[in-house]
């Protein structure tokens, strides 16, 4: 359960959303019963009500009818709490080869991959880093590319993503 709120609550970037975190847990056992795992969460206001992006993974995949059934799931929840007043839509995806990064772990999960990173402050007179995942020591994480090596903590990553490489092409 702890585990999980870390993953939501990172993946927010306004206040409401926080309270919708909290609220989303009540599905979680759907996740668990369907074998999926609550990847990230995007929550975006925008001029008309609200995009609500839940991620999901599984070992074995996931497609459009597991995206489906997970959207019922977490629908009937937030219906029943109720934790958004304005109008919203959701969205639920797979989390994809470019998948983001939501965590620390997901950054270890991933060492050595490509990956490009957009900062809060700069570090090194950089805000958005291309690179390689080097390590992860806790919430310090290093990416480095041919020309340095960057050191932050998660907390001043404002979007991570991993850019994958198919037979020797960027995606």
Request: hydrophobic share 45%; aromatic share 10%.
């Amino acid at each position: 359960h702890r585990k999980h709120y870390a993953l939501a609550r990172k993946a927010f970037l306004v206040l409401p959303a926080k309270y919708v975190a909290g609220r989303l847990f009540y599905a979680l056992p759907a996740f668990a019963a369907a074998c999926f795992v609550f990847w990230g969460l995007e929550y975006m206001p925008q001029k008309n009500g609200a995009l609500m992006r839940v991620y999901i993974d599984s070992p074995k995949g996931v497609g459009v009818d597991d995206c489906a059934e997970v959207s019922r799931e977490i629908s009937a929840t937030m219906d029943v709490e109720d934790p958004i007043k304005s109008a919203y839509v959701l969205e639920v995806s797979s989390p994809g080869m470019d998948r983001v990064l939501f965590s620390s772990a997901h950054f270890a999960t991933y060492l050595g991959q490509p990956v490009t990173v957009k900062l809060a402050q700069p570090v090194d007179g950089a805000r958005n880093i291309k690179g390689i995942i080097d390590a992860v020591e806790g919430d310090v994480i290093t990416v480095s590319n041919d020309q340095k090596s960057y050191q932050f903590d998660f907390d001043n990553v404002m979007k991570a993503r991993l850019k994958p490489v198919l037979d020797g092409v960027k995606k």
